[in-house]
């Protein structure tokens, strides 16, 4: 059974930092595409940052040069370290995963393809303060 769990979440001023963490179990694919997703009060979900098996990353442009997204797996985890964050980056952020994936660039996940996203975890809110 797949599982996904999310932490690191909180209250921040805007200009700080928070790093999520997802914690993976079950997960045996070794081609897919896993990332973070987030969505706010009234708004659509929206993709944030995804990677695939190989390392490959992609951003959505209002991320891009604040936020990383890594994987370890030895310990089964992915991250989202978050910089300079903006009051517009409040939010409930979701980890997400595929199942096997062989259909090229991660991107068009990120960029709306979410019913590909067989995996999620129960979300995490970021609260950014001005």
């Known amino acids: 059974q797949v599982r996904l769990v999310e932490s690191g979440g909180g209250s921040v001023q805007a200009g700080g930092s928070l790093r999520l963490s997802c914690a993976v179990s079950?997960?045996?694919?070794?081609?897919?595409?896993m990332g973070w997703f987030r969505q706010a009060p009234g708004k659509g979900r929206e993709g944030v940052a995804i990677?695939?098996?190989?390392?490959?990353?992609s951003y959505v442009d209002s991320v891009k040069g604040r936020f990383t997204i890594s994987q370890d797996n030895g310990k089964n985890t992915l991250y989202l370290q978050m910089n300079s964050l903006k009051v517009e980056d409040t939010a409930m952020y979701y980890c997400?995963?595929?199942?096997?994936?062989?259909?090229?660039?991660?991107?068009?996940?990120?960029?709306?393809?979410?019913?590909?996203?067989?995996?999620w975890g129960q979300g995490t809110q970021v609260t950014v303060s001005s």
């Open positions: 990677v695939d098996a190989d390392g490959s990353k």
């Open positions: 079950g997960y045996t694919y070794w081609r897919y595409c």
């Open positions: 997400a995963a595929t199942g096997y994936w062989s259909s090229g660039s991660c991107y068009t996940i990120l960029a709306g393809a979410t019913a590909y996203l067989y995996y």
